[in-house]
């Protein structure tokens, strides 16, 4: 198992920027392919983005894809998350999480979560 904690959540204008973060425990890191997922109030968890062990690929959901970037620094087992152009509707608590096996979508899949980082888009 990989301990994870987020951070760097807050409250934006539409159209501005925020990066999180999400630091990782456990010699697993480099082992792990990486995603980030979101829930908004009264709606189910869903994917954001994913990344696989070495960073080499990526993938996005659709709604975020040009505005979004995931990426990964295995020597520092930190996770990223860049946001550009957000909009009201990215409002959501998100959460990073960690498996040992493929990268899919699917929450399932995944066995290592954070506690969750609160981003809030004003318009």
């Known amino acids: 198992q990989v301990q994870l904690v987020e951070s760097g959540g807050g409250l934006v204008q539409a159209g501005g920027s925020l990066r999180l973060s999400c630091a990782a425990s456990g010699r697993t890191f480099s082992s792990a392919a990486m995603a980030w997922f979101r829930q908004a109030p009264g709606k189910e968890r869903e994917f954001v983005a994913a990344i696989t062990r070495s960073g080499s690929s990526t993938y996005y959901a659709d709604s975020v894809k040009g505005r979004f970037t995931i990426s990964r620094d295995n020597a520092k087992n930190t996770v990223y998350l860049r946001m550009n152009s957000l909009k009201p509707e990215d409002t959501a608590v998100y959460y990073c999480?960690?498996?040992?096996?493929?990268?899919?979508?699917?929450?399932?899949?995944?066995?290592?979560w954070g506690q969750g980082t609160q981003v809030t888009v004003s318009s």
């Open positions: 999480a960690a498996t040992l096996g493929y990268p899919s979508g699917n929450l399932a899949d995944f066995g290592s």
